[in-house]
């Protein structure tokens, strides 16, 4: 086997495009050639290829701990005379084991090897009576080259911006067989669903459209299982397609032998997630690809208003977070081409640097443009990571499941009027900062991130419940366990995921099993951290809307739930944007809060100089004199959010060294 010597381009603007020659039948040999062209003048049409280059059918929901939906249908056969892969015969725990085997194509007449996707798709999208010209990064950039990798990527935004359409390989097989397009098509009817709900109902009644879903469940939730698999394909979760299709000046799902419209898909998620739909479809449970998909049409939309700035690096880093990519360094590569000019030539495309580098050197310069903002974006990973970088540096391979609280909207002011003060002294920054309180109690049986499929295995100890007055009661008192409580029949998920663990809420909060009037608010205030969110000081219809919520995750019947659901919706609402995936604690005085995943007994709650929000810091043994600390990220913490640390509590500023 020859081994494939390519040309040198002559000019940074120069790229390569694959013709690929015609052939009428499904399982002929793959043969081509790449031709040189330039993107500044006399460009010929052409199509990019947006891919995987591993296995398109390992669910990237599954890394992240959501589970994948398990789907069993007959797939659609195909039609007559059309060729296909050999069929699925190997099953393993019901489950069908698909062949990832690659091939190769003939170039030049040089035989190249190519990955199963590649191998895959180019059979699927190659024309039977002409030849396509197909912009493939695996086959249009030099690998070895590592200087010509640098050019190519630093070209991205422009090659798939000048293409004439972008084809999206999502993979030969469902989990029935290969995809079809009676099964596409079965899928986008839920667009003309969507539209005959949205005529009947109008756009700002939300109560109808929901019910009007959920009414529809029954009659379509084979297409919903059909989208939700759709889109836990491994594709949604990569983080270059974000760009891909951005630039795209057109866009097609490719799915075995079917096709459809990118913007017909990309409307129905959107739809999905500008109503939040969830209830018995599970949609954010699920459907975890729809930050994606919200992502790309929001940059699409800047994209089209020439006036509108592009976002900054930073921004752009954090909403791409949960995608992911084969090397650590192309989190930061692979979202270039959406950023705004000056951020993109502040970063060089160099393979030859260490991603650990790469992500501290732009910690440094967030810090010197914007002061510790930066900061909330750090936060410790349960898994350990190949990139080894301060913990004042966010790790952007990392997930970060939470939403900082600056990020969130949350206003707030815990160090006060006073400005942030720190240095970088090679990894360690020293910040000014004060220290408050440390963490006694963690709450750890909350699913992070939220699975959202409800369970009732309970410890022995978790049993409490809320005092019917604001005297002192006995938390114990009157308390049902959580296996012989009735709970409502029409309780919806969010209801039912957090019945099972809000009782160890209760443990955490009132040690003592006993409730005052003083400890009973600071918890309903904590348990939506003060705030609506308008950012208004929450205000008694809070206190009561949190006295039937803890009634429903407790497991107990409320005598009218629609009433509940409507009055309560102001509190529910603050308390999945402001502690959706953190973690509740207790300090050792007493003072309740949310923080991140990882917050563990013995952390610090700190207030540093200019910051907005407390943080969690962890402390370390320090090679030198005195305590280190690793971030472990923002919190709310009671007590301390309009910077009483500042002030009232008679704290000493010291030096923070964070390393």
Avoid at 43 to 49: F, H, M, N, S, V
Wanted: a negative charge.
């Amino acid at each position: 086997m020859s081994t494939y010597q390519y040309q040198p381009l002559k000019s940074p603007s120069d790229t390569r495009v694959l013709r690929l020659k015609p052939a009428s039948r499904y399982n002929d040999e793959l043969v081509g050639d790449l031709l040189h062209i330039s993107l500044d003048s006399n460009t010929p049409g052409y199509e990019a290829l947006s891919y995987v280059w591993n296995n398109s059918s390992n669910t990237w929901t599954s890394t992240y701990n959501w589970s994948p939906p398990k789907i069993k249908f007959a797939f659609y056969p195909p039609k007559e005379g059309e060729e296909a892969p050999d069929p699925i015969d190997l099953y393993e725990n019901d489950e069908p084991i698909i062949s990832a085997v690659g091939g190769h194509i003939v170039c030049d007449g040089h035989t190249i090897d190519i990955g199963s996707e590649l191998f895959d798709a180019l059979r699927r999208v190659r024309l039977p009576h002409q030849q396509r010209l197909l912009w493939i990064d695996a086959l249009c950039i030099n690998q070895q080259n590592i200087s010509e990798r640098n050019s190519q990527v630093q070209n991205m935004r422009e090659i798939y911006s000048r293409a004439d359409h972008v084809l999206i390989w999502v993979g030969e097989h469902f989990s029935g067989g290969p995809a079809s397009q009676a099964l596409l098509d079965f899928i986008t009817e839920l667009e003309l669903l969507i539209t005959n709900i949205m005529e009947t109902y109008g756009p700002r009644n939300r109560k109808g459209i929901e019910s009007a879903l959920i009414e529809a469940y029954t009659a379509h939730y084979i297409r919903w299982n059909f989208l939700r698999e759709l889109l836990s394909r491994a594709w949604f979760g990569r983080v270059w397609v974000l760009q891909e299709v951005v630039n795209a000046k057109k866009a097609t799902i490719h799915a075995g032998s079917a096709k459809c419209d990118w913007d017909t898909i990309a409307a129905i998620t959107r739809w999905l997630s500008i109503y939040d739909i969830n209830g018995p479809l599970n949609i954010r449970g699920t459907i975890c690809s729809l930050g994606t998909v919200d992502l790309i049409w929001k940059l699409s939309r800047l994209r089209e208003d020439s006036r509108r700035p592009l976002p900054r690096l930073i921004d752009i880093l954090a909403e791409s977070r949960l995608c992911m990519s084969t090397y650590a360094i192309d989190k930061v590569y692979g979202v270039l081409g959406l950023v705004c000019k000056e951020d993109a030539e502040m970063i060089p495309i160099d393979y030859g640097i260490k991603a650990a580098d790469l992500y501290q050197r732009i910690a440094e310069t967030e810090l010197s443009k914007t002061g510790l903002g930066i900061l909330y974006h750090c936060t410790k990973s349960g898994d350990s990571s190949m990139v080894r970088c301060p913990s004042w540096t966010p790790d952007w391979s990392q997930p970060c499941y939470h939403t900082s609280y600056t990020k969130s909207g949350y206003k707030s002011s815990a160090a006060g009027y006073s400005t942030a003060h720190f240095r970088a002294v090679g990894n360690i920054l020293v910040v000014k900062g004060r220290i408050v309180d440390s963490i006694q109690a963690v709450e750890r049986l909350r699913a992070i991130p939220a699975r959202f499929e409800p369970t009732t295995d309970e410890p022995n100890d978790c049993q409490a419940t809320i005092p019917k007055t604001p005297e002192t009661k006995s938390v114990k008192e009157n308390t049902p366990t959580l296996a012989d409580a009735k709970p409502d029949t029409d309780m919806n998920n969010d209801v039912l995921d957090n019945r099972s663990w809000f009782p160890n809420v209760m443990r955490i909060a009132f040690p003592d099993n006993v409730v005052t009037a003083e400890s009973y608010e600071i918890l309903w205030r904590t348990c939506c951290c003060n705030k609506t969110t308008d950012g208004d000081i929450a205000g008694q219809d809070f206190a009561d809307s949190f006295g039937d919520w803890t009634k429903a995750m407790m497991g107990l019947k409320l005598r009218d739930f629609e009433e509940f659901q409507r009055k309560g919706r102001r509190f529910m609402e603050s308390f999945s944007l402001y502690c959706d995936n953190r973690r509740f604690f207790r300090c050792k005085e007493g003072r309740l809060g949310w923080g991140p995943d990882q917050v563990r007994e013995g952390d610090a709650i700190c207030v540093l100089n200019g910051a907005e929000a407390p943080f969690v810091l962890r402390p370390v043994e320090g090679e030198g004199e005195g305590v280190q600390f690793e971030v472990v990220g923002d919190a709310y913490v009671s007590g301390i959010m309009d910077g009483e640390a500042m002030v009232d509590l008679g704290l000493v500023e010291t030096d923070i060294m964070l390393v």
